[in-house]
């Protein structure tokens, strides 16, 4: 009777007691975690999964409104690393106007983003995915991402269904000798107006089942600029080692160029290489400093992920 008794009364504090149960199985650095991000999550095969969906949003694919589950529900991860550390890795969905605002709180507290692209097409709003990689212990990380999460949902989109129409812009003939000498390139005056800069690796030995990967092939780094010299557009990527990807979106996103995907273009080749496509507009040559800056990067050591 004892241990009958005993059973109902387990049974009586399960169904009871759920939420209780579930904290005392969390350890007590992520139930920290939990705490102070305000956010919902689980503990299982030693990881601790925080969710964050993007359940203010009404998202529609094709024109099927979808649930947040369907694919749009952030998240981020932590499970025990090297020395007692944390390794922190998660996909953040965000707006298209969330995705600069959210890098740069990033990178301002040392979280690492290292890829951003769609999952979808034709969705509504159109939603972007950030992946982001930590390092250290659990409240630290918390307190170093959690102004990114806070910025999460709090921007409204200037562009709410179709992009608004701006002023043309006035196209001209850019001071070629200026842009040439900040560059330190020579650029391409191409159809339309456009002025273009194309930069090789040449520091970089990349093969491909044999067959030497240069700058016609695609291992290069590039900038297209439209306009005139006191109002220009820039788009661009930036061809780069794993461990030069965080300086260089730090470094374009100093001088107020916008990042807009984060991916490779080849698979197999050796090195690894990373594409990032930027875009900017403001005066000619503010844009041409802020490509030069990004090219100057490439090639020293630099980011904390060489260090892995």
């Known amino acids: 009777m004892r241990i ?33 991000l305000n956010r919902k999550g689980d503990f299982k095969a030693n990881v601790l999964k925080v969710n964050i969906p993007r359940s ?71 939603m972007f995915y950030m992946h982001v990689h930590g390092f250290g212990k659990a409240e630290e990380l918390a307190h170093r991402v959690k102004p990114a999460l806070d910025i999460i949902g709090t921007i409204k989109s200037h562009i709410p269904n179709a ?13 070629a000798n200026l842009l040439d000498s900040i560059v330190g390139s020579t650029g391409d005056k191409l159809a339309g107006g456009v002025y273009k800069y194309t930069v090789g690796r040449d520091d970089l030995k990349v093969k491909e089942m044999g067959a ?9 780094s590039w900038a297209a600029l439209f306009g005139s010299d006191s109002n220009a557009i820039i788009a661009g990527d930036i061809a780069m080692l ?21 991916h490779h273009h080849m698979v197999g080749s050796k090195p690894t290489i990373i ?22 990067v490439l090639g020293k050591k630099s980011s904390a992920m060489s260090m892995r």
Do not use: C
């Open 56 to 126: 203010d949003l009404s998202i529609t694919i094709d024109g099927f409104a979808v649930p947040t589950p369907y694919g749009f529900g952030g998240w981020l991860a932590m499970t025990k690393g090297k020395g007692g550390n944390e390794v922190m890795m998660g996909d953040l969905v965000l707006l298209e106007d969330e995705v600069n605002p959210v890098l740069s709180a990033l990178l301002d507290n040392g979280i690492e983003a290292t890829a951003l692209h769609n999952h979808f097409f034709w969705d509504n709003p159109h």
């Open 212 to 220: 030497i990967i240069n700058a016609r092939m695609g291992l290069n």
């Open 163 to 175: 992009p608004q129409p701006h002023t043309p812009l006035a196209v001209g003939t850019f001071d």
């Open 275 to 296: 594409f990032l496509h930027y875009w900017g507009q403001g005066a000619a040559s503010k844009l041409a400093v802020g490509f030069k800056a990004a090219l100057d």
């Open 4 to 36: 009958l008794l005993s059973t109902v009364v387990t049974l009586i504090l399960l169904l009871s007691h759920p939420v209780t149960l579930f904290a005392q199985a969390v350890p007590e650095d992520y139930q920290k975690v939990l705490t102070f």
């Open 242 to 262: 794993e461990p030069e990807v965080n300086t260089v979106l730090k470094t374009l996103r100093a001088n107020g160029l916008s990042i807009v995907s984060i």
